[in-house]
């Protein structure tokens, strides 16, 4: 089966990442503007799972390994500020998008080490 023949979906890791999604929603300025960018990055990325830039494996996090033992990691860029971090699992007739995390550039740099 051909990549673009197989169902893609995007995926929060957890029900508190996906209660932090729609708390944004409801939130205030910067929040629901970060809900807004999030959302965007959910519907391209649903079309493309590859949309996000890949992190080479020896630049993984170990947070990422030992939490959620992640082989693949992928960064999409929300805005000049923000961050959004996810991996991708698939079978033969699904790829699944799951989204980890997502933060401003000065903690993006923290977790990555730089």
Partial sequence: MKFQDKK???RFVDESLK???DDLKIGRGEEQEIYKLIEKA???IEQDPFAGEQTKKSLI???YLQKYGVDNLRKYKLNKNWRLVYTLV???LLVVSIILEWYDHKDYE???GF
């Fill in 110 to 112: 923290k977790r990555f």
């Fill in 42 to 44: 959910i519907k391209t």
């Fill in 8 to 10: 893609k979906e995007v």
């Fill in 19 to 21: 209660h932090a999604y």
């Fill in 90 to 92: 698939g079978t033969e």
């Fill in 61 to 63: 996090p170990k947070y």
